[in-house]
C-alpha cells in the first residue's frame, strides 16, 4: 500500500515540474526564491514519510539500528570525498544508493538532507536556500531511481550484486542529472531556452560524474559483499524489502 | 572468496580516482561547483546570488579539514561495524 502512495506521490511531482524531475550541489543563494520554495514544498512529504520510517525502524527493529547508521555513515564518506575526474575537475559520489536499497527512497531522503545541513552550515558547500532543492535532487531522485532499479534488476533476475551496482552508479549520476536540469530550470538559455541550458550544465557536472559514480557503484557492492559475509550473525533481516515480502 | 573480490574492486576504485591525475596532467582539477557558477553568469550576467552562505570556512586549510572530519566521521563509524561484524564471530 505504502508503494502505491509512493509511486503517486513521485507521478504527482513529476507533474507538478513538467520539465524535469532531474542535480552538485547548489550553491548558496544561486536558485532564485521561488524555485528554491517549490523544491522544498515537494520535498517535505518524502521526509515525512522517511521520518517516520526512521521511527519505526528505531522503535520496532532496534537490531536494525546499527545497519541505518552504516548507510548513514556511507553517505558521510563518500559526499565528504572530492575526487578528481576525467574531465580535469573534481567531484564527489553521493553514497546514497546503498541506503536506497537497504532502507528504501524515503529514509535515505532523510539521511542526505542531514548530510546536505552539515555541509551547507558548516562547509559552505551547497547552502541552507538551496537545501530543499538539493535535497531533493540527491536524497529523493538519487535514491527513487536507485531504489527501483535495484528492484528492477533483481525481479529480472540480475543478481543483487549486479543489481546494487547499476542501482548506486545510476542513483549517482541521476542526482547531477537533476542538479543540471534544476539550473536549467532557474536560468534557460536566453534563445533557445532549457534544454540548451540543461546540456550545458550537464556538461559540468554529469560527464564529471560517470567515473566517480562508477567508484561509488563498486564501494557499494565491497559494502554489500561484507554484510553478505557476515549475514549469518545478526544481519540476517539484511534487505528491508525481502523481510516485506515476507511478512 | 569476498574478501577476494573486495580487494579487486577497491583496486579499481583507487585506479579510477588516480588516473584522471595522469591523464589530464594540465587541468586545474578545480570543483565542478564553481564551474556551474561560472556557466550562471554567463547564461544571465544579471543574475545576482540572493543569499550568502551562513559560515565560510576562513581558508583552504580549514575547509579540508572540515571535509576531513566529515569523512573520519563516517569511515569511524563504518569501521565500528564491521569491527562488531567481527567480534561477534568469535563470541558464538
Known sequence: MKKYVMIAYFFAAGLLVPSVGYAMHIMEGFLPKEHAVVWLIILLPVLFIGYKQIREIVTCHPEQKMLLGLAAAFIFVLSALKIPSLTGSCSHATGVGLSAVLFGPAVSSVLSGIVLVFQALLLAHGGITTWGANTFSMGVAGSFVAWGLFKMTTTMGLSKKVGIFLAATVGDLTTYMVTAGQLALAFPDPVSGFWTSFVKFIGVFAITQIPLAVCEGLLSVVVYNTLVDNKERGFSTLWRQDQGEHE | ?92
Open chain 2, 1 to 92: 572468496m569476498m574478501k577476494k573480490q573486495n580487494i579487486i574492486l577497491l583496486i579499481l576504485v583507487v585506479f579510477l580516482a588516480v588516473f584522471p591525475l595522469y591523464l589530464q596532467k594540465e587541468a586545474e582539477f578545480a570543483g565542478a561547483d564553481d564551474q556551474a557558477s561560472d556557466m550562471i553568469s554567463e547564461i544571465n550576467p544579471e543574475y545576482k546570488p540572493w543569499f550568502k552562505n551562513v559560515w565560510e570556512p576562513p581558508s583552504g586549510e580549514v575547509e579540508s579539514f572540515l571535509f576531513a572530519l566529515q569523512a573520519s566521521i563516517g569511515a569511524g563509524f563504518i569501521g565500528y561495524f564491521f569491527g562488531y561484524l567481527k567480534g561477534t564471530k568469535f563470541t558464538r
